[in-house]
T-cell receptor
Framework: AQKITQTQPGMFVQEKEAVTLDCTYD???????LFWYKQPSSGEMIFLIY??????QNATEGRYSLNFQKARKSANLVISASQLGDSAMYFC?????????????FGSGTRLQVQP | EAGVTQFPSHSVIEKGQTVTLRCDPI?????LYWYRRVMGKEIKFLLH????????ESGMPNNRFLAERTGGTYSTLKVQPAELEDSGVYFC????????????????FGPGTRLLVL
């Protein structure tokens, strides 16, 4: 069974600094996708970035990048130049491809607080 | 383009009552998903529709939960009768259909319905 682990329940970062949110996963499926979502206090889940298991390069989207280490089964989210608006819950999620199931499996989330 | 919308945003009901949650996916999205997060736990998958058909309902907790997607557009999730442990946030998400180029098929989430069963 697939599993996502986010070991940091809460993180603090100073504005303008970079922060790394950890995510490790476990799956026996050789083909899978990894997603990060942001959930601000308003409650909506916002898609941030995606990494496919066969992608050769780490994904980047603006200030977000994904540090994908396949052998270690980790997919850490890096936010550069943190802004106050980055304060939110962040969820790592995975979807296996070969099973045909499209359900996402989520981690427990990390609450990030950006301090001025 | 409008995102995924959910109604109501909040619902407070008593144990034993019935509640119906509604989700309107992004226009043109064939795939519709329901998830929920109960207090202190992870977001869990409930079920997946492709158009009007239930593709995967392996996450539905029991037969008190009934999901429908008549006509392949909006979906409803009915809880009858509601129990205390059903309290939580119910999310709906949608993604593009199989006609699109294979890719991440990102699931776009709605704002959720916060359900409190007293």
């Amino acid at each position: 069974a697939q599993k996502i682990t986010q070991t940091q329940p809460g993180m603090f970062v100073q504005e303008k600094e970079a922060v790394t949110l950890d995510c490790t996963y476990d799956t026996s499926d050789p083909s899978y996708g990894l997603f990060w979502y942001k959930q601000p206090s308003s409650g909506e889940m916002i898609f941030l970035i995606y990494q496919g298991s066969y992608d050769q390069q780490n994904a980047t989207e603006g200030r977000y990048s994904l540090n994908f280490q396949k052998a270690r089964k980790s997919a850490n989210l890096v936010i550069s130049a943190s802004q106050l608006g980055d304060s939110a819950m962040y969820f790592c999620a995975m979807r296996e491809r070969d099973t045909g199931r499209r359900a996402l499996t989520f981690g427990s989330g990390t609450r990030l607080q950006v301090q001025p | 383009e409008a995102g995924v919308t959910q109604f109501p945003s909040h619902s407070v009901i008593e144990k034993g009552q019935t509640v119906t949650l509604r989700c309107d996916p992004i226009s043109g999205h064939d795939n519709l998903y329901w998830y929920r997060r109960v207090m202190g736990k992870e977001i869990k998958f409930l079920l997946h529709f492709v158009k009007e058909s239930k593709q995967d309902e392996s996450g539905m907790p029991n037969n008190r939960f009934l999901a429908e997607r008549t006509g392949g557009t909006y979906s409803t999730l009915k809880v009858q009768p509601a129990e205390l442990e059903d309290s939580g946030v119910y999310f709906c998400a949608s993604s593009q259909g199989p006609g699109m180029k294979e890719g991440p098929r990102v699931q776009y989430f709605g704002p959720g319905t916060r359900l409190l069963v007293l």
